[in-house]
């Protein structure tokens, strides 16, 4: 080997274990150093791009007021013109009625012979007339008679207060059927039924059935109770209302 060779590999440093573990920490810590400064600048990039896509988008929504001068409006359409009025009727002047002059029966035409007497006028029919629906007019003898009519079970009425009645007077009332109780029959059986002006119940109808022999039981515990009628205008109307009837084996 000559000298310079042997010259130049004095003068190369000598790497050993303890200055490979420095070399390897330092380069560590560099690069940590670097990735840490590259996600910093990468959230940094974010919330700069973020926050001009909001200030755009903000500036998009504002809205443009357009200022419109009250002089410039076009005017507005003519209404048309009203329909004219209906011609008012001819009042006919009354007729007044002379003295009476007697005519013989011999000298009367056929048609002014046949007048119906008073008893024949009692018997006649009534004419109908129209109604609200709610009463009907029945003319008997000369005399006018208003009967009420009875509203369906699926008719609306508005009432300031329904009708109620004590509902344990009225468990009381239930007679439970033998077979029911033989066959072990429980359940709840809901009767609607109209309540009179009275506080009188005047039918009813199952809403609700568990067994024919609870039904009739319910029915008639239902309607053997007295009601609190409802109110109306501060008067009594009849209403329907639904009672619902249990029974039970103790």
């Known amino acids: ?47 700069v791009v973020n926050y001009f896509q909001q200030a755009s988008i903000g500036l998009k929504k504002q809205i443009v007021v357009t200022k419109i001068n009250l002089s410039d409006l076009p005017p507005p359409p003519q209404a048309d013109a009203p329909p004219p009025p209906p011609p008012s009727a001819q009042v006919a002047s009354p007729t007044v009625a002379g003295t009476p002059i007697p005519v013989p029966e011999t000298m009367l035409t056929p048609d002014t012979k046949e007048f119906a007497n008073v008893d024949e006028l009692k018997t006649a029919p009534a004419i109908p007339t129209e109604g ?12 006018q008679v208003t009967k009420e009519v009875e509203p369906a079970p699926d008719d609306f009425i508005p009432v300031e207060k329904d009708a109620v009645t004590d509902m344990n007077d009225l468990q009381k ?38 067994n024919s ?17 409802a109110i109306q205008n501060g008067a009594p109307v009849e209403e329907w209302v639904s009672v619902p009837v249990n029974f039970t084996l103790r």
Do not use: H, W
């Not at 303890?18 to 600048?41: C, G, Y």
């Not at 609200?132 to 005399?143: C, L, M, R």
């Open 1 to 47: 080997m000559s000298g310079d060779a042997i010259a130049l590999q004095a003068q190369r440093p000598v790497y050993g274990a303890k200055e490979l573990k420095l070399i390897i920490k330092r380069n560590t810590m560099r690069s940590f150093i670097i990735a840490l400064l590259s996600i910093l600048l990468l959230i940094l990039i974010y919330f």
């Open 173 to 210: 009332r239930v007679v439970y059927p033998p077979q029911a109780i033989k066959q072990n029959i429980e359940g709840k059986v809901l009767v609607r039924v109209l309540i009179g002006k009275d506080g009188r119940p005047k039918r009813c109808i199952i809403d609700q059935s568990v």
């Open 213 to 229: 022999s609870l039904d009739e039981a319910a029915k008639k515990a239902v309607m053997s109770s007295i009601f609190t009628p």
């Open 132 to 143: 609200t629906g709610s009463t009907e007019v029945v003319i008997d003898q000369g005399a």
